[in-house]
């Protein structure tokens, strides 16, 4: 059998490999976690570890901060989890299944998150989208399967979200065959955009105080 990539889907009622799926780091370290059936290719592992080594540097999780998270693309929710075992104070989960949504948070409630999480089943334009609640986000991932995503009209979303605090990061996930996204997305500011294989994950700060270790690196966007 072919194996999956990030614009394959598993078919109604086919069974993909076992899960090897598990909490990196933090409280709930070394948790295997479930994923649903359409799950597309996760995140890889090494993937996954660059990107919250990139967080800590920048110092997303350091106290005091009280720190909101959206995990977008949720699938599994691997990621968000992640960030709730890191510190994170609470997590949404996004996806448009809500067969993913439903893992997602299956895997937060047995990793021992019960009450730090909330689920949307929706995409990732409409929740960035959504009306300010006055309890705005501190880090939002964005890991798209590459080939099922308008990357323009969803960078364009996460630039005039008004969800986003100050400070936040947004991470977004890409194929270096697509090519580096602008060093700056309205009040986005590039800060860091790194290659592992063919995933290329860049960093942006929305409205920057200088709070975080998180100086502008317009060079890291002109290739990958």
Sequence with gaps: RRPLDRSQRLAPGEKGAPTRLRVVAGTAKGRRLDAPDTLLRPMMGKVREALFSTLVSLGVFRAPRRVRFMDSFCGSGAVGVEALSRGAAEALFVDLSADACAVAARNAETCGF????????????AALGKADDGAGFDVVTLTPPYEEVDYPALLDAAAASPRLNQDCVVVVEYPVE??????????LVGVRNRRYGRTVLAFYVNRPTGKLNAGARPEEFETV
Excluded at 117 to 124: F, G, S, V
């Design 114 to 125: 019960a009450g730090r999480y909330a689920t949307a089943a929706t995409t990732a334009e």
């Design 178 to 187: 697509r090519g580096a996204p602008p060093a700056t997305l309205g009040a």
